[in-house]
T-cell receptor, first 114, second 117 residues
Framework: DTEVTQTPKHLVMGMTNKKSLKCEQH?????MYWYKQKAKKPPELMFV???????INESVPSRFSPECPNSSLLNLHLHALQPEDSALYLC?????????????FGAGTRLSVL | GESVGLHLPTLSVQEGDNSIINCAYS??????FIWYKQESGKGPQFIID?????DKRQGQRVTVLLNKTVKHLSLQIAATQPGDSAVYFC????????????????FGKGTHLIIQP
C-alpha cells in the first residue's frame, strides 16, 4: 500500500478565512512533504518534515503554517491567503532514510482563493 | 539557479510505438532521479527511479537511462498504450546535502505525452 490521503479534495476560501489541509499516510514513513503546483507547472517544494520535525522551509510566506501532530499526519494551516495562492497542494511521504527516497504523493487539494 | 529541465513540452506518438521522454539536469550534486507520471486531476505517480551509480534501470515496459557525463536522463516506454497519456516529470535530488536523509525533489518542466490511435 503506497497511499497518501489528502483532504479536502477541493477548497474555496476567502482572503480572510482560516482553513487547514490534511494529509495522512500509514506506510510508516518518517518524512513528509508539502508541495505547491500551479496549473501546467511542476510541483515546487514548500516544507519537509523529518521525524516529525520541520527540517526544510523553502522561504514560504508565514500565511502558510505546517504542522506534524504525529508521524502519520501532516497539516497545512492557511490564513489570510492571496488569490495567487490558488493552486494544487500536494502532500508526499517517504522513508526519509536509506539509499532510496521514493516520495509517494497524494491526489492533492485544489485550492481556490477568492 | 540550477534546475531540471525537459527538451520537449509535448510528445505525440502512435499507439503501439515506443516513446522516449528526455530530461536535462544541471545540478552536478544530484545523485538520485525519479520519473513520475501525472494524470489530469491526480497527484504524481511513481514510475521508476535510478541512482547515480547506475546507467540504466528497467521496469515493466519502462527503462530509464542516465548519462552523467552530459547530465541527461531519459524515460523509454515500450509499446505505448492509451493509458500512458499523461504529463511525465523527471525529478532529482542531491541526497544528504540538507535535511538529513529527507530532502525535497526538484522537478523538471514536464512533457505531455499524447497517444494517437
Amino acid at each position: 500500500d503506497t497511499e497518501v490521503t489528502q483532504t479536502p479534495k477541493h477548497l474555496v476560501m476567502g482572503m480572510t478565512n482560516k482553513k487547514s489541509l490534511k494529509c495522512e499516510q500509514h506506510m510508516g514513513h518518517r518524512a513528509m512533504y508539502w508541495y505547491k503546483q500551479k496549473a501546467k507547472k511542476p510541483p515546487e517544494l514548500m516544507f519537509v518534515y523529518s521525524y516529525e520535525k520541520l527540517s526544510i522551509n523553502e522561504s514560504v510566506p508565514s500565511r502558510f503554517s505546517p504542522e506534524c501532530p504525529n508521524s502519520s499526519l501532516l497539516n497545512l494551516h492557511l490564513h489570510a491567503l492571496q488569490p495567487e495562492d490558488s493552486a494544487l497542494y500536494l502532500c508526499a511521504s517517504s522513508q526519509g532514510r536509506g539509499d532510496k527516497n521514493i516520495q509517494y504523493f497524494g491526489a492533492g487539494t485544489r485550492l481556490s482563493v477568492l | 539557479g540550477e534546475s531540471v529541465g525537459l527538451h520537449l513540452p509535448t510528445l505525440s506518438v502512435q499507439e503501439g510505438d515506443n516513446s522516449i521522454i528526455n530530461c536535462a539536469y544541471s545540478n552536478s550534486a544530484s545523485d538520485y532521479f525519479i520519473w513520475y507520471k501525472q494524470e489530469s486531476g491526480k497527484g504524481p505517480q511513481f514510475i521508476i527511479d535510478i541512482r547515480s551509480n547506475m546507467d540504466k534501470r528497467q521496469g515493466q515496459r519502462v527503462t530509464v537511462l542516465l548519462n552523467k557525463t552530459v547530465k541527461h536522463l531519459s524515460l523509454q516506454i515500450a509499446a505505448t498504450q492509451p493509458g500512458d497519456s499523461a504529463v511525465y516529470f523527471c525529478a532529482e535530488m542531491a541526497r544528504g546535502v540538507r535535511g538529513g536523509g529527507a530532502d525535497g525533489l526538484t522537478f523538471g518542466k514536464g512533457t505531455h505525452l499524447i497517444i494517437q490511435p
